[in-house]
């Protein structure tokens, strides 16, 4: 069963009197169960596709034409009101950087009883202390860090605890924004288990957001490559490694076997938006037709891709 359906999403910001296009016609769905790995460089996009589907976007953000649908419910023409309800209780993401969004005056047992509280209105203080105490079970946190301020936790315990506080509503849905860059490779990897385990057990739909694909090539089962804003190959997780189709996830693939580092500056990825396909100029396959626009999305088999000439077989 389909879960998400992200169909032609644009998302623009609007700064300093110019339009960025952050994310640019990307379709996608997810199955119920399903992990889906999101990977792409940085400004592809990625963190803007995440809280477009809280809808959680800044001001200067819009949504400016497509739709997110939940179980068939368009998340973008829904009022806040309708939202909030399913905010948190069936789609709650895990922030890029948020280990810092832990209140650093506050016990972090009483920052996760509050939020508790705050989505349930007319919840009794025991009911919340008994979610956060299972909630922090789930994370394999103990219960005397509920005493703790955020400072006397490790990094790794901190993104648990932000972690644990995604889940205490139980949603469906969970979007992992890069939820363990700042770790170290021990605690990445821990953190990871942990998430695997989670996912598993809660039969959770999972989206893991990352720019490091060998992070989630064991974690997910799918994957969806971004580049520019937009979706450039998709499909099962085994297959993409083995055969990338599109020429970036390709080039991703070799930038893994530490062929190649490449990274894109902010800069060059906006000189790049609106001359067709966003990956043009380091594309070695690039003919000029690639500069007519933005290519559609094709199917080669079970693989979606959005290439005018790989297209081609
Ligand atoms: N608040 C904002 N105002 C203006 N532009 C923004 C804002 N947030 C993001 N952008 C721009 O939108 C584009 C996509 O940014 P986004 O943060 O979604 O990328 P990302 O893939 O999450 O990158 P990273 O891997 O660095 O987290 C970038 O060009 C970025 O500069
Ligand atoms: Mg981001």
Sequence with gaps: MTILDVRDLNVVYRANGREIEAVRDLSFTVEKGDSMAVVGESGSGKTTLAVAIMGLLPSQAIVRSGQILLEGQDLVTMPESERRKIRWKKVAMVFQASQNALDPVKKVGSQLVELYLYHNRGAKKEEALDRVAKA??????????????????????????????????????????????????????????????????????????????????????????????????????????????????????????????????????????????????????????????????????????????????
């Design 136 to 313: 922090l079970l789930t994370v394999n946190l103990s219960q005397s860090i509920m005493n703790m301020y955020p400072h006397e936790l490790s990094g790794g315990m901190k993104q648990r605890a932000v972690i644990a506080a995604s889940l205490l509503l139980e949603p469906d849905v969970l979007l992992a924004d890069e939820p363990t860059t700042a770790l170290d490779v021990v605690t990445q990897a821990e953190i990871l288990l942990l998430i695997k385990r989670i996912v598993s057990e809660r039969g959770l739909t999972l989206l893991f957001i990352t720019h490091d694909i060998s992070l989630v090539a064991s974690l997910c089962n799918r994957i969806m490559v971004m580049y520019g804003g937009t979706d450039m190959e998709s499909g099962p997780m085994r297959d993409v490694l083995l055969s990338p189709t599109h020429p970036y996830t390709q080039r991703l693939m070799e930038v893994l076997k530490g062929l190649e580092e490449g990274r894109l500056t902010l800069e060059q990825l906006r000189e790049d938006q609106g001359r067709g396909c966003p990956f043009l100029s380091r594309c070695r396959f690039a003919e000029s037709r690639c500069a007519e626009g933005l290519p559609k999305r094709r199917s080669l088999g079970n693989r979606e891709v959005r290439c005018l000439v790989r297209g081609e077989g």
